[in-house]
């Protein structure tokens, strides 16, 4: 797939203002949430090129992060983009770290995509310490989003690689039986929620 005009690539190098706008606001809502938090590692699995890592490690520059995905090409621009940043090629279901070894996983935009996203938040819960925060697509206003854009019209604004569609209340009680839920904030089109494993 053209990472120019699909993905992560394209939704945070894209110059629409709107999305601009819309991308800016989610990562003031993720600085939010973490800046009182007394973290120091951050590990974010399905990193694709680093964008909301960096943007953490400007606004926190004690954080030690790390970035994990599966997509080499991805990889690749974010080791051009931020070469301070280590990133590794993994697979949301065998993160390659030791249980707890991370105080917050940050996993945006990546449990819709998954046939499982139980297993894969398993996996996320074991190697952190004490935080997961994540993010997904708030149904059904980012379908409509979609389709006020124009985009995916025949799937009625529903991306062909989502695998799963929550609203605020279904992705909760999804988190409920794996997490405990901290802090739950809407960022149009985006549900984001701290939550503490363990």
Known sequence: ???????NWQKYQNQNPLQKRLIGRFLVAVKAILAP???HTVLDVGCAE??????L???RPDLAVAGLDLDVAALGRGRQLFPGVPFAQASIFHVPCYPAAFDLVLCTEVLEHLA????????LCRVSRRYCLLSVPHEP????????????????GNDPEHLQNWSQGSFVRFLASHVSVVTLR?????LIVLAEVG
């Open 1 to 7: 797939m053209n990472a120019a005009t699909y993905g």
């Open 57 to 59: 490690r400007q606004a």
């Open 141 to 156: 206003y980012f379908r409509l989003g979609s389709l006020l854009r124009g985009k995916n019209v025949s799937r009625l």
């Open 37 to 39: 938090l007394a973290v």
């Open 116 to 123: 499982d996203p139980a297993a894969g938040l398993q996996e």
């Open 50 to 55: 680093g964008f909301v890592l960096n943007d």
């Open 186 to 190: 809407r960022s149009f089109p985006w």
